[in-house]
């Protein structure tokens, strides 16, 4: 009996495969519950790119997706012949230097910079493609942080990983690309590419808020606002952002 019971588990199973072998559209789920329908197209060790029944790629975060469908990816990748291959190579399409004179730098605060901005700056490259360089500077007169279009960055009161990776965003057209408030009305987000990932993220009803400088959520603009799903979605939001102000 046992052994009988083994084999239609084991039939059951190969049927499953078989039946979501991805050539034909599957629901996918995200951690939270959310579902999404999509035909797989690729996948790497980061992401899986579907196909949505409006014709439109989206790439869904593997870390966002239920275990499950990790698993499913997981396999798909084995079946594909890449499980075994090496974890691909983080591009560095974005640089820093330090500023001029970094060597008279208090050792503690070039620790600290430096430390801040490998992290961040690896962070931004693992998750997506931005092309800038980028100029770390301390500033002790600076209250905070600050940061500019141009790449400067300003250390001043406030230095670790999530206040490097909240300026960086700056730097990136948050708060100081020309096309910044053209796409904000009444204190909302309006830009449609990062509304749609927002309510990707938060339901059909959620609302992204932005002022002069900043928005919310997932702006890390606060270090209670940092996690690891969260420190994503802010990279994730960027892109999404710069789509809108047409930032290649």
Same mark, same amino acid.
């Given at each position: ?6 084999? %239609?588990?084991? +039939? ?7 039946? *979501? ?10 951690? &939270? ?44 990748? +084995? ?13 560095? #399409?974005?640089? !820093? ?20 901005? *490998?992290?961040?700056?690896?962070? !931004?490259?693992?998750?997506?493609? %931005? ?23 300003? %250390? ?9 990776? #909240? ?26 590419? +990062? ?15 932005? &002022? ?9 603009? %606060? &270090? ?19 789509? *809108?102000?047409?930032? &290649?």
């Amino acid at each position: 009996m046992k052994a009988l019971l083994s084999s %239609f588990l084991l +039939a059951g199973v190969l049927l499953a495969s078989e039946a *979501d072998d991805g050539t034909t559209p599957r629901t996918w789920v995200s951690n &939270d519950g959310r579902p999404i329908g999509g035909l797989y197209l690729r996948a790497n060790s980061q992401a899986v790119i579907i196909k949505r029944d409006d014709g439109k790629e989206v790439a869904l975060p593997l870390r966002f997706l239920s275990a499950a469908d990790r698993e499913w990816v997981r396999l798909k990748l +084995a079946a594909e012949g890449e499980a075994d291959s090496p974890e691909e190579k983080v591009k560095a #399409h974005m640089k !820093y230097q330090l500023s001029g004179g970094s060597e008279k730098w208090p050792e503690d605060r070039r620790k600290r910079i430096t430390e801040a901005m *490998d992290a961040a700056v690896e962070f !931004y490259n693992r998750n997506g493609v %931005f092309k800038k360089d980028l100029t770390a500077n301390n500033s002790p007169g600076t209250p905070t942080a600050d940061a500019n279009y141009d790449g400067w960055i300003n %250390f001043g009161g406030s230095i670790n990983r999530r206040v490097a990776l #909240h300026e960086i965003g700056h730097t990136l057209g948050i708060g100081t690309h020309s096309n910044w408030q053209a796409n904000i009305k009444d204190g909302k987000w309006t830009g449609k590419h +990062a509304l749609e990932l927002v309510r990707q993220f938060d339901g059909k009803d959620a609302v992204l808020h932005a &002022d002069r400088m900043h928005f919310w959520p997932y702006g890390l603009n %606060f &270090d209670n606002e940092s996690s690891k799903e969260n420190d994503l979605r802010h990279v994730l939001m960027v892109a999404a952002m710069r789509k *809108d102000m047409g930032i &290649d």
